[in-house]
């Protein structure tokens, strides 16, 4: 059974940071991109980065762009998020995403490129 197990969410305040692990366990991802997601209440879930399967192309929403680094290590099948200079607008539930298989057609930045999702974890920005 494939899992995407978030962690590292939680309360900081507005300029703190945060780092957000995402460990895949069931099988590997180290030849498919993998992603991140938001969604804040009320809103729809958007883009915020993801990587392809070496780290070797990143990409950023151009919201979080300069403030979030994504990162992965395949040797143990994770994929982290770095967030500095933490926003109120921030706050959103995040979740990781994972490619089964290659969709070189398909925007990263698109849900529809992802197959596996996590449950998310919390991220609160107080002003």
């Known amino acids: 059974q494939v899992q995407l197990v978030e962690s590292g969410g939680g309360l900081v305040q507005a300029g703190g940071s945060l780092r957000l692990s995402c460990a895949a366990s069931?099988?590997?991802?180290?030849?498919?991109?993998m992603g991140w997601f938001r969604q804040a209440p009320g809103k729809e879930r958007e883009f915020v980065s993801a990587?392809?399967?070496?780290?070797?192309?990143?990409y950023y929403a151009d919201s979080v762009k300069g403030r979030f680094t994504i990162s992965r290590d395949n040797a143990k099948n994770t994929v982290y998020l770095q967030m500095n200079s933490l926003k109120p607008e921030d706050t959103a539930v995040y979740y990781c995403?994972?490619?089964?298989?290659?969709?070189?057609?398909?925007?990263?930045?698109?849900?529809?490129?992802?197959?596996?999702w996590g449950q998310g974890t919390q991220v609160t920005v107080s002003s």
């Open positions: 990587s392809s399967w070496s780290g070797g192309y990143t």
């Open positions: 069931g099988r590997t991802f180290s030849n498919y991109a």
């Open positions: 995403a994972a490619e089964s298989k290659p969709k070189s057609l398909i925007p990263v930045a698109s849900p529809r490129k992802y197959d596996y």
